[in-house]
């Protein structure tokens, strides 16, 4: 089985930079994704990790390591529009990530 | 390309009726997928296609659900008998097949079963 670790929540303040930690363990692995969800929306594509390091695009970067179990999603200049939950999704052998419950972010002015 | 569609958004009905979904993937895309997500949680795979062959199943799929996919274009996805725990946001996402495998979500369609 798999067992995906993310926080439940947390809050920042609007043009800080806040860091999303999820760590995960599987039986192998074949890539982690990070959805960014609004209520009552549908998940959206953040990033995918597949090596070791880190992957920037724009404000959010998402960073990996396959020995730790570990990986980041950094969210830089925050916005209130980035209140929303976050998601990590753990892929191990085949073509189905599992997704871990969801870090609910609230961004205050 | 309008990305991945869902009908109908929300769907409300009486404990034991049956109720259909459909989801629209995106067009290139030959690998389909249905979830199930529930309030505070991460979706919760399904089943999923490859063009029209149902490949894998969730052992969460109880047999008053079914799915299918045709033609290897759009899917339906069935709940029989419904109960109020099937009451549940239900998404359909799809995939290209490439070694990144990411998969796009519909805006989901959202069941309530009194």
């Known amino acids: 089985g798999q067992n995906i670790d993310q926080p439940t929540e947390m809050t920042a303040t609007e043009g800080a930079i806040v860091q999303i930690n999820c760590t995960y363990q599987?039986?192998?692995?074949?890539?982690l994704f990070w959805y960014q969800q609004h209520a009552g929306e549908a998940p959206t594509f953040l990033s995918y990790?597949?090596?070791?390091g880190l992957e920037e695009k724009g404000r959010f970067s998402s960073f990996l390591s396959r020995s730790k179990g570990y990986s980041y999603l950094l969210l830089k200049e925050l916005q209130m529009k980035d209140s929303a939950s976050y998601l990590c999704?753990?892929?191990?052998?085949?073509?189905?990530?599992?997704f871990g419950r969801g870090t609910s972010l609230i961004v205050h002015p | 390309d309008t990305g991945v569609s869902q009908d109908p958004r929300h769907k409300i009905t009486k404990r034991g009726q049956n109720v259909t979904f459909r989801c629209d993937p995106i067009?290139?895309?030959?690998?389909l997928y249905w979830y199930r997500q529930t309030l505070g949680q991460g979706p919760e795979f399904l089943t999923y296609?490859?063009?029209?062959?149902?490949?894998?199943k969730s052992r969460l799929l109880s047999n008053r659900f079914s799915a299918e996919r045709p033609k290897g274009s759009f899917s339906t996805l069935e709940i029989q008998r419904t109960e109020q725990g099937d009451s549940a946001m239900y998404l359909c996402?799809?995939?290209?097949?490439?070694?990144?495998?990411?998969?796009?979500f519909g805006p989901g369609t959202r069941l309530l079963v009194l």
């Open positions: 599987t039986s192998g692995f074949n890539g």
């Open positions: 990790n597949v090596l070791d």
């Open positions: 296609f490859q063009n029209e062959a149902q490949l894998e």
């Open positions: 999704a753990v892929r191990d052998k085949g073509y189905i990530p599992t």
């Open positions: 067009s290139e895309h030959n690998r």
């Open positions: 996402a799809s995939s290209f097949k490439d070694s990144q495998e990411t998969q796009y």
